[in-house]
Every structure is written in C-alpha cells, then in structure tokens.
C-alpha cells in the first residue's frame, strides 16, 4: 500500500511539472498553430535563472518569481524575433524554433559555465511526512499542489475573464475573433509570454526536484510535453492536465514494476492514443 | 444627396495564386441598403472580406467614411465601425451565447448594453438560450447571434453575408425583419442570393460576375429589368 502510494506521488509530482510545460505548448499551438520547439529551453532557463536568483537571495519564493520574469521575458522576446516572421509555416517554424533551443542552450553553458548546478530543497520544504508507514515527501507535495493551483488559475481565467474568453474564441476561430475588433496578434503575445512563464516555472520546481540542472534538461522534458500534448489533444488545457498525470503515473509505476519499459511506455501511450483518437482525449473546443 | 459612408474601387484579390475580383466597384450610401447579387463563385464573399482586411485587395481602394483602409489590419477595421456576419456565420461553438457576445462587446458601457438589450427584443430567442453553448444553436438562431454581436457595437456598416442561406421561410422573415430594424440606425451592405428578399429591403444593387462588378444602379429599376436578371442572376 505505502509503496503504491508512493509511487503515485512520485507519478503525480512528474506529471504536475510535465503538465506545466505542456500546458503552455499546448495554448501556443491551438492559438498560434505554433509549433515551439525552443519550449524546452524556456524550461532550462527557468532552471538556471530561478537557481541563481535563489543562491543570491537565499530565498526560494524569489528564485520562483526571478525564474517567472525570465520567462515572460524570454518569451516576449521569442515571440517577436523568432515565432512572429513564422506565423503559418509550419516547417519554418519547426527549422527556426529548433534553432533557437540550441542557441538558448549554448548561451546558458555561456551565462553560467558548461557543467552542472545543484539545486537544494529549501529547508522548509526538505524532508518528509509520516503517516503510518506512509512517507510523504513534502516537496513533492508541494509541487502537486502549485500544479493544481496553477491549473485552478488559469481554467478560471480561460473560463471567466474576457481575455480568456478572447483565446478561447480564438483557439477557434482567429478571423472572426479579428473581425470582431480585436488584436489577436497581441493576444498571441501574452499567451507566448504566459506559455514560457509556465515552462519557466515547471523548470524552476524541476531544480530541487532533481537536485541538478544542466543545460540540456530541455529537451528531455520538452518531448515529454509534447508527448502529452498529443495524448491531451491540441489546445486542449484540462487535456494536459489529465494526460500529463498520466504520463507521471504510467512512468513511476513501470520504472518500479517494469523498469525496461519506463521510457518507452510514453511513447506506446502516444501510439494508442494517436491510433484510436488522433485528435487527442480532449479536443480544445470541448 | 446622402453620403458616400463606404467605396470600393477597382478592388483586385488574390487568393493564394488565383487572381479571386477583378476590378469590383461599388458605394454604399449613409442609411440605405445595398445589395450585391451575384451567381455562386461570382466574389461577393470575397468582397466582404477583402473589405474586412481578411483578404486584402492587391490593388485598387476601399474609403471607408473618408478613410482610406485598404491596408488596415482587420481588428483596426472592425473598430473603424465596420460589423462583419460573415457567410459561416462564425460562431464560438464552445461559448455560450452570453460570451459570444461578451467577447464581441467592445466597450462594456451602458449604450452596449442598451443595444445589447435592444437586440436581444429583436430575437428573443438569444435571450432563452442565452447560457447555451454556440455550437448547440440552430442555423437560425447562430445567424441571430451573427447579426447581434455584430450589432451590439455602434457600427456605421453592417457587413451581412447571405442570412438567409439555409434557413426556412418563416426564419427568414423574421431575420429580414430583424435587418429592416437595424437599417433605421446603421448602414447595410447585404449579400443576398435571395431576390425576393434581395429586392425587397434593398435601396441599391451591384452585380457581381467572374470577380467584376458588371451592373449597378437602384434596386427599383432592376426589379424591372428582365435582362439582366435574365443573364446574370439566372431568374425572370
Ligand atoms: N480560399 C480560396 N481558395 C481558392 N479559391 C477561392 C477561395 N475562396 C474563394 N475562392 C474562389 O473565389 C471565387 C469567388 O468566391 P466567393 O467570393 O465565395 O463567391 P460568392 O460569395 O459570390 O459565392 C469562387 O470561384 C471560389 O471558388
Ligand atoms: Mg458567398
């Protein structure tokens, strides 16, 4: 039992960070079709930038907030250099964007030296709980609860406020949305610029999470993503949710039960999905 | 002599690499109704949108109340005072009707809400399935929620694509009336298939054929024109 427990915290903790990376691929493609290989290097810098921030100020919080800022920066930045020239080619965006992850990646080992970084729990959130025989780490707790809090904020936003309304709208339908009176270009930046905080933030839990960071974590965790995008269906946010935990869960339980399958059980759950619903479990506009 | 409110000139669009309208011109005037007629595949879609911005023109102009907006981007457009019903209608299918209309409100003032309440006594239906989803709406009551989004900000012109394509007479009638009320307070610009209609609430015509706009002039000279009718709109 305690073991099973375990596993699904660790499962759901994995899931919840992938989930955080993802969602922000999954807006950026129903919004813009904009497919953002340079996603996993927002991550990697939300590492670096949330780690350094965190040494110099000793605080964890800040070294959050710090990583946030790099996001949205980076991503404003992205979205006006890299992604704006591209708008609706799909191979130039795929060539450019895979670029730019490998400029962002060699300029991290420029900004912060080659080799890797650790990354400490802070003191509050270090250690664990015990219930009966049931360990609970608190960290990985913790990094549950951000990801529902952070799902929580933004299906209210999506769901309740105008702007989110307006992404919804034009997830559908980007002519009508325009001809309605509307900068969907501008639109487009702030979801870019909420994207890569997302991924910033997702990096910026990975760090103590895995106790090291190095350039590269990127794209690793970024053909994670875009593995639950897949599952979840395009420009779906509660899709990747649910499919991120479900990629969590599948591979904590196989990397316990059957090791030799735990990298590829992503891939056959992609598979499945693709052969018998290839729009994704969930479709943006449902 | 009332007012020129919108002009196009010798419009030309490309779509991709075919070459769509070939030298349309038309004028709507402050307050009237004007038709554009046409066969199937004539351009009056492509009309409409290259007015919007969607499909800018690759020469020619479009003055739209003494601007010149044929470069502006849409949304500039939109908010210059144009409403667009385009032909599909371009409904949220996953808003309710309430945020179909939210999102069309430009400025949540009290003059959107009084013409948000003025539309909503124009087709009380919107209002019964006012929390139910776009998508989930019939043909008549998305060209409904079409027309009223697009009425809901103080426009000076109404772009309305061929409301009655698909609808039974008895919604018809009620969405021609529904035009004739919009008309006492904005312009319209109407595609219309329909000449029954057409003819009916229209001040003014243009015939489009093969992308070019090949006659013009007021709808009560046409309706006895059984030439023209003939040859370009296939009736009479
Ligand atoms: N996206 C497009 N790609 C290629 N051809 C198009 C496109 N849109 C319209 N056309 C062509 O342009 C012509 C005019 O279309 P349209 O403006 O929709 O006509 P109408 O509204 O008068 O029926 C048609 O021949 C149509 O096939
Ligand atoms: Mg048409």
């Known amino acids: ?83 704006t020239p591209v708008y609706g080619n799909h191979v130039q ?15 991290l080992k420029v900004v912060w030296g080659p080799n890797q970084m650790a990354a400490k729990v802070p003191s509050y959130l270090a250690g664990s709980w015990e219930f009966g025989d049931v360990l609970i780490i608190k960290y990985r707790l ?17 769901q309740k406020t105008k702007i989110g309304l307006i992404v919804r709208a034009g997830v559908m339908d980007k002519d009508m949305v325009q001809a309605l009176g509307i900068n969907i270009k501008r ?34 965790f970024a053909i994670l993503a875009f593995i639950v995008v897949v599952i979840g269906g395009m420009g779906s946010f509660p899709g990747s949710l649910f499919a991120a935990i479900l990629v969590g869960l599948a591979g904590s339980y196989m990397a316990y039960y059957v090791p030799a399958l735990s990298l590829a059980v992503n891939m056959m759950l992609m598979a499945i999905v693709l052969i018998f619903r290839p729009q994704g479990l969930f479709t943006a506009k449902g | 002599m009332m007012k020129t409110l919108l002009k196009v000139e010798d419009i030309h669009t490309h779509i991709g690499q075919y070459h769509i309208l070939q030298g349309v011109f038309f004028e709507a005037r402050e307050g009237e109704v004007s038709v554009l007629l046409g066969r199937n595949g004539a351009g009056k879609t492509t009309t409409l949108k290259t007015i919007m911005g969607l499909t800018p023109a690759s020469k020619g102009a479009v003055v739209f109340n003494g601007q010149d907006i044929t470069k502006k981007a849409t949304y500039t457009i939109a908010n210059g005072g144009i409403g667009y019903v385009p032909e599909d209608q371009g409904i949220f299918a996953d808003l309710t009707v309430e945020e179909n209309m939210k999102v069309a409100m430009r400025k949540e003032d009290e003059a959107a809400y009084k013409r ?7 087709f009380p239906d919107l209002k019964t399935f006012w929390k139910k989803d776009g998508g989930h709406l019939s043909g008549g009551q998305k060209q409904m929620l079409a027309m009223a989004r697009a009425f809901v900000n103080d426009s ?16 018809i009638e009620k969405v021609m009336e529904a035009i004739t009320e ?25 015939l489009i054929d093969d992308g070019e706009t090949v006659h013009a002039g007021e709808m009560a000279d046409l309706i006895h024109n059984e030439e023209v009718k003939r040859k370009y709109l296939g009736i009479g």
């Open chain 1, 93 to 107: 965006q795929i060539l450019i964007t895979l670029g730019f992850m490998l400029v962002l990646t060699e300029l």
């Open chain 1, 187 to 220: 639109v487009f930046l702030y979801v870019f610029m909420a994207g890569s905080a997302l991924a910033a933030l997702s990096g910026v839990l990975m760090a103590p999470y895995s106790g090291v960071i190095y350039a590269e974590m990127g794209f690793e």
């Open chain 2, 116 to 122: 948000q309440d003025y539309v909503l006594q124009l």
């Open chain 1, 142 to 158: 913790f990094i549950i609860i951000v990801g529902f809090l952070v799902f929580g904020v933004f299906q209210y936003m999506l």
């Open chain 1, 1 to 83: 039992m305690e073991l099973l427990i375990n596993l699904t915290v660790n499962g759901l903790a994995t899931g919840m960070l992938i989930f955080l990376l993802a969602s922000g691929l999954t807006l950026i493609f129903g919004l813009m079709s904009v497919l953002n290989f340079a996603h996993g290097g927002l991550f990697a810098w939300g590492a670096y930038s949330g780690v350094w921030f965190y040494t110099l100020s000793g605080s964890f919080v800040i070294g959050i907030i710090g990583a946030i800022i790099t996001g949205i920066i980076l991503g404003f930045i992205t979205e006006k250099l890299i992604i």
């Open chain 2, 182 to 206: 919009m008309k006492k307070s904005t312009t319209i610009v109407l595609v219309e298939q329909n000449f029954m209609m057409a003819s009916r609430i229209g001040d003014r015509y243009t």
């Open chain 2, 156 to 171: 000076k012109l109404l772009l309305i694509d061929e409301p009655s394509k698909g609808l039974a007479p008895i919604i």
